[in-house]
Structures are given as structure tokens and as C-alpha cells.
């Protein structure tokens, strides 16, 4: 008997596109498909609803030390391969970060504190992170087109999504981050470096220069915040570089900001406690995110001039 799979998103649709590699355009969200007599809504959070569409796996799960894996149609061969990765991803991140499990705030109806994975073979091409797991394409299944370096940028991109929501803790305080901030740090976590030299910063600002806000990473705070042009070309993607820069000066102590991921932790950890962002920013980071807005263009010509 199939389960349908039902998820509340936190990430959405557009983290496909940041990494999705060779032009391909995600597919449309398919219509709802009607549950088989019988089948069960899988709920993963108390507060949780169901959005469309709603996701089937055959109840086969694989479980790991940190992770539970399931699928619609994948091989079992490939299901006990997506487990290791993400235990693999999962660890670096935490090495990266110096981060604890004591550090993640799993809700009570998950079992054994475990992040769920959806490895999806052909019933939606995206690749989506949500409160406590993540929804990635199969590299069995038809929508994988033999980009092993992309995947894997996504599917540890999505992860760290997953590190900061269980940081974060609240469900209802995860969308308080900015939307550069975000991405920035999913980018970071899954050590997707874009931008490395002046002349790309000097490239972003000419090709911006009459969109509104400039190309400014900062401004980009809520999804509403990219410029028309942006959304309706689908290019928001082609920020993602520069939210990770951001976030990368912001962790380097010491040619960057000189604060560290103990400042961006205490960051998250505020607003899981319903600080608002602006003040959590400015507590942790020693600046107004207006401030650093304002001076982000030559914050980041000296970032990079070495």
C-alpha cells in the first residue's frame, strides 16, 4: 500500500533552479493525485499542512544513524546510496560548523530525531528542503540527466537548509531569516564558493546597473523583494553567489567581518526565540542590515582584492 507523503515547504521551488545545471527548466507542479483506499497522510510536525502535490513513497524506508529514506520507485541499491551520502553531508556540515546534536531542535512527533528524505524518482523534479527533511531527485530515475557535481551541490545545499531550520527550532520563526541569509549559508554549507574575484563583482554590477536595486544581495530579504524583471526572467538564482559571499564575509574572522559561525548561531538561536531579525542582526554581527547594504559593494571590493 502507497503512503502519501504530505509537507509543509519551508525552502521553495526556486532552490531547484540555484543548482539545476545544463538550462533545464523544473517541470510543473503536477495536479494532486487522489489517495488509494486506505493510504495514510505521513505527518511530520504537529503545526504541518498539506500542500500540493502530495508525494507517494512505497513505505520500503531506510534508516540510518541520523537520516530515514524513502521513495516512490527508487532501487533499494539506490536508497541505501542517498542514506550514506546525506550521513556523509550531514557530517561535514556539523565538522564545518562545530556543531553538536545538542544544537538541533527536532520536533516531538519525529521519530528518534531522524531528517526525512524523499528521494524521488519521477513524481517531481525539484529538489526542496522543509522543516525537518528534504525532497531530492533519484539519480535512478528519469529526471537525472548525469549531473554528479550539480546533485551533489544541490543535495548538500538542501541539507544545510534542514541544519538551519533545526537550529532555528520554532516553525513558526523559520521564515524570520532574510532570504539572502538563507540561501547565502545553504550555498556555504554546501561549499558552493561562485564568487572569487573582483572582476565577477565588477561583471554582477554592469550587467544590474538598471535593474531595480542594483544586484545588491542584501536587499533581497523576503521573496517579494526581487526585482519584477528577475522573477519573470527566472534568473533569482543568479543571486545565490553573491548571498553566499555575503555570508562567507560574515564568517571570516579574519579577513572578513571578524565574526564567526558562534555569531551566526547565536543569530539563528534569536530568532528561534522571536527576536526580530534587524535586532538579531545587529547584536551578532556588530552592524544594521541596513548598514551593511548601504556598504556592501565595498565591503566586498576589499573582501576581494587579495
Known amino acids: 500500500m502507497k503512503t502519501t507523503l504530505s509537507l509543509t515547504l519551508i525552502a521553495l521551488a526556486l532552490i531547484f533552479v540555484q543548482c539545476s545545471g ?8 503536477p495536479e494532486e493525485k487522489e489517495e488509494e483506499p486506505g493510504s495514510v497522510a505521513q505527518k511530520f ?10 508525494l ?32 556523509e553531508s550531514f557530517l561535514d556540515i556539523k565538522t ?14 519525529q521519530p528518534n530525531r531522524k531528517i526525512h528524505i524523499l528521494t524521488n524518482y519521477d513524481q517531481y523534479n525539484r529538489a526542496e528542503a522543509y522543516r525537518d527533511g528534504l525532497i531530492m531527485r ?3 530515475g528519469p529526471n537525472f540527466f548525469g549531473d554528479h557535481e550539480t546533485w551533489h551541490k544541490v543535495f548538500q ?14 516553525f513558526d520563526h523559520s521564515w524570520a531569516n532574510a532570504v539572502w541569509m538563507r540561501e547565502g549559508f545553504a550555498n556555504y554549507g554546501a561549499r ?13 554590477r554592469e550587467k544590474m546597473k538598471a535593474v531595480e536595486g542594483g544586484g545588491n544581495p542584501i536587499e533581497i530579504k523576503l521573496w517579494g523583494d526581487f526585482p519584477a524583471s528577475v522573477i519573470s526572467n527566472n534568473t533569482t538564482t543568479e543571486y545565490y553567489g553573491f548571498f553566499e559571499l555575503a555570508v562567507r564575509y560574515l564568517l571570516d574572522e579574519e579577513k572578513g567581518n571578524g565574526t564567526s559561525f558562534e555569531d551566526l548561531k547565536a543569530y539563528f538561536d534569536d530568532l528561534g526565540a522571536g527576536v526580530d531579525r534587524d535586532t538579531a542582526f545587529r547584536n551578532h554581527f556588530g552592524m544594521t542590515m541596513t548598514t551593511f547594504k548601504n556598504n556592501f559593494w565595498a565591503l566586498m571590493e576589499r573582501y576581494l582584492e587579495d
Open 96 to 109: 564545518n560548523f562545530g556543531l553538536e546534536d545538542s544544537d538541533f531542535r527536532f520536533v516531538s512527533t
Open 157 to 170: 545545499h538542501e541539507i544545510t537548509h534542514v541544519v538551519e531550520f533545526l537550529i532555528i527550532g520554532i
Open 138 to 140: 533519484s539519480k535512478d
Open 45 to 54: 510536525g504537529g503545526s504541518w499542512t498539506s500542500f500540493r502535490p502530495s
Open 22 to 29: 545544463k538550462g533545464q527548466e523544473p517541470e510543473p507542479i
Open 192 to 204: 558552493n564558493h561562485r564568487i572569487q574575484t573582483v572582476a565577477q563583482l565588477a561583471e554582477w
Open 56 to 87: 507517494f513513497h512505497d513505505g520500503a524506508s531506510v534508516e540510518g544513524e541520523n537520516f530515514i529514506v524513502y521513495s516512490d520507485k527508487s532501487s533499494q541499491a539506490w536508497r541505501e546510496t542517498i542514506l550514506g551520502l546525506a550521513e
